[in-house]
C-alpha cells in the first residue's frame, strides 16, 4: 500500500469528499467552492501537460499548445519518471476505456 508524505486525517476527509463526487456537474460545483480559478487552471494545465508527455509530445509542442512554462513540464516530467504513479495510473484508466461519468455544467 502506497503511504503519501501528505496523509493526514485533513486530507484523508478531503480525499473521501472527492470519492463521493458522481459525475463531471459534481466535480464542478465543488472544485468551484473549493479552489481559486487560478488553482483549477494550475491542476488543470498539469494534468494535460502530464497527458502531452505520455503521448510522446515535446516540451517545445508542450510549451506552445499549453503556455505553460519549462519548469512546469520538467516537474510534471519528474513526477511521471519518479512520483508515486498517480498520473501513470489514472492516465491508463482513461485510456482503458474507463470514462469518467459526464454531467451538466
Do not use: P
Given at each position: ?96 476505456g474507463e470514462q469518467p461519468k459526464k454531467g451538466n455544467k
Open positions: 500500500m502506497y503511504e503519501s508524505r501528505m496523509k493526514s486525517e485533513m486530507v484523508d476527509h478531503l480525499y473521501q469528499a472527492v470519492l463521493s463526487l458522481k459525475d463531471q456537474e459534481d466535480c464542478y460545483r465543488f472544485f468551484d467552492d473549493l479552489c481559486t480559478v487560478g488553482e483549477i487552471q494550475v491542476m488543470a494545465q498539469r494534468w494535460m501537460v502530464a497527458r502531452m508527455l505520455q503521448e510522446g509530445e515535446t516540451f517545445n509542442a508542450i510549451n506552445e499548445k499549453t503556455g505553460v512554462s519549462s519548469a512546469t513540464i520538467t516537474r510534471v516530467r519528474k513526477c511521471l519518471v519518479y512520483g508515486a504513479d498517480g498520473y501513470a495510473r489514472i492516465i491508463s484508466r482513461l485510456t482503458e
